[in-house]
């Protein structure tokens, strides 16, 4: 997608092909479409840009291998670590640390996780022993400025493109998908 119009009558979206430049009349276009919104960027063109702030890595561990009750959110220096139960029995887990530069990555994500949790609590050593390594995902955080609205005309933002969402942030339904889990 290259850009999206709107009009009292429905929106357009533009976008491009190997074949060249098109467009596509709707009704309702939900610009679902990440931090770095195209949708968001040509609609509120004087919003402020996504802005770095830190970067994060966030993993799931293997079924039933841990389960933390109420999980759990422990700080440390310039860094955090948070872990909740999902469903399946298993952990949604994140390491959220302070970086100076966007962009740096690691070979080895999980092992990267392990170096710089060394010395912290034996239930953070477990929880990372239960992930398997190609369940690590690294990425930079950035924020997001609210908007007046999230709709202009028949064009509506939803999800990150909207306001984005810090790890640590989420996992709203885990209490009641753990409950759901262990009685079936």
Partial sequence: MTGVSTSAAGATVHYRTAEGEHEIEAGLVVGADGIHSTVRATLWPDAPAPRFRYTAWRGVTRPGSVWPEDGMFTLGRGAYFLAHPIGGERVYWALGVHADTPGVRYPDNLAEVRR?????????????????????????????????????????????????????????????????????
């Fill in 116 to 184: 710089r949790l060394t010395g912290w609590h034996r239930r953070v050593g477990e929880l990372l022993d239960a992930t398997p390594a190609d369940a690590v995902l690294h990425n930079d955080i950035n924020d997001l400025g609210a908007l007046p609205t999230y709709v202009r005309g028949r064009v509506v933002l939803l999800g990150d493109a909207a306001h984005a969402m810090t790890p640590d942030m989420g996992q709203g339904r885990a209490r009641r998908s753990r409950t759901r889990s262990r009685s079936s």
